[in-house]
Structures are given as C-alpha cells and as structure tokens.
C-alpha cells in the first residue's frame, strides 16, 4: 500500500520546516525534517571528531547511527538516544552539514530510512531531494523559495531568539554558500522536481503558505 505524501523542498530558510510540521499537523499526517537527518550525522561526526572528510568514516559512522525523530511534536530529535534538538542547529553544525551532506552513501542511507518512515505511515517530508529522488511518486511537491533577504531575515531572527549574536551580511554570505554547496553537488542536488509546484513566500505569512498548500493538497486527496 502506498500511503499520502507531501514533498517540501527549497532553499535554506525558505520556511521548509515551519510550513511542513503545521501542514502535517492539519492533515494529520507525519511530518519528517530530513534535514535534522544530515544535521544530527554532522554533530556526532564533529562529536567524535570524526574527519568530515573521510567519506568511508562518516558512512560507518552513519550506518551505527540511531536517529529518532519525534512524531509528536516534529520538532525534538535524538541520536543514539541523546536528545540533540538544540545542538544540531548550532552555527557549527549548519557550517558543516552540506559536506556530509555531498556525501553519497551517507545519502544512501539516510534516503532509505526516509523512504522506510513514508512506506509505513502519512508523510509531509521537506528537505531538498524529496521529489527529485526520496519519494518521486508524492502526491504533492512544494518547491518553496522566498528572496535571500527575506531569508536571511527569518535565519537571524530564529538564532537571536537562541541567544546567538550574528554579523547579518556574514548569515547572508552563508546562506548562499549553503545553497550553492547543496545545488552544484554531484548526488541529489537542491532542485525542483518537474512536477514542483513553485510557490514564492516572500512576503507571505505562514498562515497563507500553509493555506495554500492545504488547498493544493485538497485537489490530491
Ligand atoms: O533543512 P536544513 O537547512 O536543516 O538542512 C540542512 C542541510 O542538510 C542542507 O543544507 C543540506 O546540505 C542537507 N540536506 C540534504 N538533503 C535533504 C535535507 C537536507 O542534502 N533532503
């Protein structure tokens, strides 16, 4: 049996993850952040001072790796039973993650937990090779972008709120680069999917975006 799908993919910041988990929520279906996926691997890689560089390492790492992503709130993560929620979303970690990330069979086998979590249950998943590649048979793709500014915007608000000082023209620089890194890869590139809807969020609330997708997901059902 194939269950209902929504893939979310876009740029750093575009709004992926707080539009996905209110959707999910709506539809009562699970949302799942693939992108604390890549993130909670970099933390424990950086962790144990695993070299970020030694593709063989990281994936052995990768395969001896719990990750648990709560199905309650969407938002708490665990690895290996240590709730890391908060430390995969340091400075550090956001650094580094497109390096683990370009990696193919840390894809490999983190696609396949992913794909493993969408054969079970109802998923809203977001990241960036959802319907390219994870689920290329969702019912609904979102590719979701907004202007860099905008961005930017959302990512400075969200770390001074965690107690972080940040330079604004230096987030702008690392957005950027995240993006560039993530879209020029070799394996599953940021990109939309053929059949992607393209919505714009700038300027939007996030009660239009959820809105809109709700609708949209309405003509799937
Ligand atoms: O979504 P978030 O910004 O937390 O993702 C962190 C990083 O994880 C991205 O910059 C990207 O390098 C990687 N990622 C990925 N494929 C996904 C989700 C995230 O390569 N499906």
Not at 104 to 129: C, F, H, N, P, S
């Amino acid at each position: 049996m194939t269950c209902f799908s929504i893939a979310i993919d876009g740029p750093a910041g575009s709004g992926k993850s707080t539009v996905a988990r209110q959707v999910a929520k709506e539809l009562g279906l699970t949302y799942v952040d693939t992108g604390a996926m890549y993130r909670a691997i970099t933390w424990k890689a950086l962790k144990q001072n695993v070299d970020l560089e030694d593709e063989s390492s990281v994936a052995r790492m990768s395969q001896e790796t719990d990750i648990q992503l709560s199905s309650e709130n969407g938002v708490d993560v665990w690895v290996d039973g240590i709730k890391v929620t908060n430390d995969i979303r340091t400075p550090q970690v956001t650094s580094n993650v497109s390096l683990i990330a370009s990696q193919a069979r840390v894809r490999e086998i983190l696609v396949d937990k992913q794909r493993e979590i969408a054969q079970k249950t109802g998923v809203v998943m977001d990241g960036r090779d959802i319907g390219t590649h994870v689920l290329p048979k969702a019912n609904l793709k979102i590719f979701l972008t907004a202007s860099i500014e905008e961005r930017a915007q959302r990512r400075h608000r969200e770390l001074t709120q965690r107690g972080y000082s940040v330079d604004w023209d230096q987030l702008k620089e690392e957005i950027r680069l995240r993006d560039e890194k993530d879209s020029v890869r070799e394996h599953s590139p940021l990109r939309p999917a053929e059949d992607a809807i393209h919505l714009d969020t700038t300027g939007l609330s996030i009660k239009e975006v959820v809105q809109a997708i709700l609708n949209l997901s309405r003509t799937k059902a």
